[in-house]
């Protein structure tokens, strides 16, 4: 089955686990509005590839981590649209969760959707107990404190705090464990996988910070110019845009060298490549060269 | 071990789970603050008298699964006293975590809770896998949609809510989940386990709408008066401050009725007696009822 499909259909289920005549009808319809439309799916594609890659001998597992760690993705995005947060009104081409169903609405789905990614993992039940013991502790570690993504998003209530720490933590460590929690779902070895989602996540986390200066907002599907507005931390504040650009290379170069050798390694690398090109267009680095070019002092 | 000293031991080293150099400190100090002080710990409380009573032949995941239940409460309290909810400044004696260290550290904070509320289960590790897989399900079944304390909360943001319902969802689904998981952890069928949850969540919550029209700000740690400020459900407000007293004595009757025949029955029969009357002085029971006699319409 198609992955994308395979992704689509495997939410929907999960969803269904929150959802009956008993549940209050605006939070069901706020948690799908979280989760449906999606974006890229970049993370359950990626967990689904490494798992592929390491056999996928339980696919209801690793449909299972892969539906967990999206879950954890459109939770983080409904909490950091808050008001309090980026206060955004737009997300993925329709209003917010907080903008369609009010503030309130908005807290309890990103728990809810929390709450859920562990449910879908239990729910897989016993026949690999062991694996899902590991992969709920993946995906716990890739979104609470020390380091998971709420802990990056804490970094901005921090009067200082590392650039690096702040982008591996806020972005980088959900990847990792996309691509941990798909050698995990496998029965594989979730340690040399990890590279991979280390190198991708801060990859993307670039990538998010050249987009916030360089895209069309009608093409993000939600405003732009937020990093300047809301005084963000951004590698494109901190390093320039052609020196971003500059690292993205490098970052998404090391990704696809760290791919172990395995069966899936071509299909993987084609991933990388596709999502690349997706994340940061030619045609935009283009622009971007020309422009440092032709600002450049005379000589250099 | 005394049982709470036991649930503080335990809570301290779960929160350490999450805590380290690497962690953003406000963040670990809201934390903290969320669970130390804590308030009765009557949730945890029942997890282990349960767990007990069904034999507790495996400590560390009683503790893990005690542990998941008061820190899904904390996360609760948290996000219940936010602006949008409740505005509440105090919450056990202290100020509330918005208060304290503002609104986004609040929602982080109770996002980062619950995520180590499933990783103090997964921690345990392979030896109990199984029984830890069902206490992940029970946990999120008593936390998120359809009918966990999340499910409860939603209930305030529909224009119509049945009140048992909104009850049953908000206080009584944690209840319910302590006394299964109690169970579970050591091994034990949750099933006959459940109703002793369920009556006692139910008599809670009568009794936290009791509390908020007769108690002292002071005594109780946070404001009262709430229900009525904010236009709440209420059995206090539905069934008169005498109705909700005699409702309260009702359900506890009920709960002491439902305890399985065990080693841990006369325990459990004193925990919920000492229980009734910290929730419910009987000196208010006395005022209250002197109260309706007086206003009761003659030969009635």
């Given at each position: 089955m198609d992955a994308q499909l395979r992704i689509e259909r495997a939410l929907d289920a999960a969803l269904r686990l929150g959802e009956?005549?008993?549940?209050p009808p605006r939070l069901v319809a706020a948690t799908r509005h979280a989760v449906?439309?999606?974006?890229?799916r970049i993370r359950p594609k990626l967990c689904l590839a490494v798992a592929w890659a390491c056999g996928d001998d339980a696919p209801t597992v690793s449909d299972a981590a892969a539906v967990a760690i999206e879950l954890m993705h459109c939770a983080s995005l409904v909490h950091d649209d808050l008001p309090c947060f980026?206060?955004?009104?737009?997300r993925r081409g329709q209003a917010s969760v907080h903008a369609a169903f009010g503030e309130r609405l908005a807290v309890l789905t990103g728990d809810a959707l929390i709450v859920l990614a562990f449910r879908t993992l239990a729910a897989?039940?016993?026949?690999h107990a062991e694996r899902l013991i590991g992969l709920c502790e993946t995906v716990a570690a890739g979104v609470g404190a020390p380091d998971g993504i709420v802990a990056g998003q804490a970094?901005?209530?921090?009067a200082k705090a590392d650039l690096a720490t702040y982008q591996r933590a806020k972005t980088g460590a959900l990847f990792a464990a996309a691509t941990a929690a798909g050698a995990q779902a496998a029965g594989h070895d979730a340690a040399s996988w990890r590279a991979l989602g280390d190198w991708l996540g801060e990859a993307y986390q670039v990538a998010d910070d050249i987009r916030d200066v360089m895209a069309d907002p009608a093409w993000l599907g939600k405003p732009t110019g937020r990093d300047e507005t809301l005084d963000r931390m951004s590698s494109a504040r901190a390093l320039g845009l052609p020196g971003a650009v500059a690292h993205f290379d490098r970052l998404l170069a090391s990704a696809i060298e760290s791919i172990p050798d395995c069966r899936g390694a071509a299909a993987l690398r084609a991933l990388v490549h596709a999502e690349s090109e997706r994340l940061v267009p030619k045609a935009w680095v283009g622009r971007i060269r020309e422009q440092a070019a032709q600002f450049a002092p005379a000589g250099s």
């Open positions: 009956s005549t008993a549940a449906f439309p999606g974006g890229a980026d206060d955004a009104a737009m897989v039940g016993g026949a970094w901005e209530c921090e």
